[in-house]
């Protein structure tokens, strides 16, 4: 493939998608330029949970091995659990997916620095870089981006990439929509030093969600849900009192209370939205990652769809076989056409988890616990809710699933084995 332009592709913005990007195009040889407008990664909790999937395209591109020798977690179940540590729901990889299938814990620095250290040398990475708006061709098509760094500059190239995020003004230029939604609660992230847990468990309480995971080095993840006016008013330390009574009431978490009060403990709050565009591509231009669509982080989803964004966008670039304008516009509409039920069928996973997981009106409780409970009883259901998380062979459930679920008819196929699962990375593909 080859171009007289600057660059064949113009990636916008150095996320996990847009370097996954980087890493998926490059190594079909074509030139890419990522441009960044921060210096340095900020410091924020997410996408820190890489399933199967994604570990997959990441030992592709040699950012998996990075991370494993980086001091990566193993993850090998997701546990839904009462107060008191009683198993409501668990998903067990290893037993489901096949041995050497789990979670990677890692943090997202940690990820993104994975990813540019693998991209190809035909990548190269600008930092402090402000892109202020697309170029057009004579026919309206995409064809590069005007940079905001002093004078008047372009980055010609036949695709662009808008991984810019979920206030995209690249997504906004070409006139995309999508409709943003809130979850009905907010949540609070604890960074928290000198502890560990040995699995990804949700805590289902009166008051809502309480998730922790390992992170490397002897550090947990803990999410706790708040209401939408709950923290209203609530200074730093005002959070961190709440904080330990909302731990204190899980006696499995109680351990974690007086370290919610270090100083070195770092919090952070987050409103929860979700959305998906009607749109993934116009001629000229690949919308990736947040830019396009973003679910609840419950079921570890949003970073993990960003990634298999750049995997499929670079299959329907091979598949298209040359490097011309019009290859690349009938790539971008497979790309579409693909891509965008996949997406569905993962923001239908994850939305279906986090209102398992965080309704906390009576019959809200009520209704979570039967499809868990009914989801653990009934192992095909079982089987087929973890390759959706995990991103093995997506097995959508079918509305009667869901009465299964709610235990409202009988199974008749609950002990029917689901075809065995493709090639994933196993933890020896990524030693």
Same mark, same amino acid.
């Given at each position: ?36 407008? %921060? ?66 814990? +890692? ?11 693998? +991209? ?32 008047? /500059? ?14 995209? =003004?690249?997504?906004? *230029? ?7 939604? %809130? ?11 000198? =502890? ?24 947990? /993840? ?63 231009? +690949? ?8 679910? @609840?982080?419950?079921?570890? %989803? *949003?970073?993990? =769809? ?35 039920? @996949?997406? /569905? ?61 709610? *235990? ?7 002990? %029917? ?15």
């Amino acid at each position: 493939m080859s171009s007289s332009s600057e660059a064949d592709v113009v990636v916008c913005g150095a996320g996990a998608g847009g370097l996954a990007a980087a890493c998926a195009l490059g190594a079909l040889g074509l030139r890419v330029v990522v441009l960044e407008k %921060q210096l340095r990664p900020l410091p924020i909790a997410k996408g820190e949970l890489l399933q199967p999937s994604s570990l997959e395209a990441l030992a592709r591109w040699g950012a998996g091995p990075r991370l494993v020798r980086g001091g990566g977690v193993w993850i090998d179940r997701l546990c839904a659990r009462a107060p008191d540590g009683r198993v409501l729901l668990e998903l067990d990889y290893r037993r489901l997916l096949g041995a050497g299938r789990c979670i990677l814990a +890692a943090d997202y620095p940690a990820i993104l620095g994975a990813l540019e250290d693998s +991209a190809a040398p035909n990548v190269e990475v600008r930092r402090g870089i402000r892109v202020r708006e697309l170029v057009r061709d004579s026919a309206g098509r995409v064809c590069g981006v005007e940079l905001a760094d002093g004078k008047p /500059r372009t980055v010609s190239a036949a695709l662009v990439v808008a991984a810019d995020g979920s206030a995209s =003004s690249l997504r906004d *230029g070409v006139g995309i929509a999508l409709t943003r939604e %809130q979850y009905p609660h907010r949540l609070v992230s604890f960074e928290i030093p000198g =502890s560990h847990c040995a699995e990804l468990a949700a805590y289902v309480t009166d008051r809502g969600l309480r998730l922790a995971y390992p992170l490397p080095n002897e550090r947990t /993840r803990l999410y706790l849900q708040a209401a939408p006016d709950e923290l209203r008013g609530m200074d730093g330390s005002d959070i961190r009192r709440w904080a330990v009574d909302a731990v204190t009431q899980v006696p499995a978490l109680a351990e974690l209370a007086q370290r919610l009060l270090a100083p070195e403990t770092r919090r952070q709050l987050f409103a929860v939205p979700r959305y998906l565009a009607d749109r993934l591509s116009v001629p000229g231009l +690949a919308l990736l990652g947040e830019s396009a669509h973003a679910v @609840h982080p419950m079921a570890a %989803q *949003g970073m993990n =769809s960003a990634i298999a964004d750049a995997v499929e966008l670079a299959a329907q670039l091979t598949e298209a076989g040359e490097w011309s304008s019009a290859a690349v516009d009938h790539a971008l509409a497979g790309y579409h056409r693909v891509r965008l039920p @996949h997406l /569905r069928h993962v923001a239908t996973v994850s939305h279906n988890a986090a209102r398992m997981l965080t309704m906390v009106s009576p019959l809200g409780k009520l209704l979570g616990r039967r499809l868990m409970r009914g989801t653990a009883n009934n192992p095909r259901l079982s089987a087929a809710t973890c390759r959706n998380i995990a991103g093995i062979d997506p097995h959508p459930l079918r509305p009667l699933d869901r009465l299964y679920q709610l *235990g409202l008819l009988p199974d008749p196929r609950a002990n %029917q084995a689901l075809p065995e699962p493709s090639s994933a990375a196993t933890l020896e593909e990524l030693a």
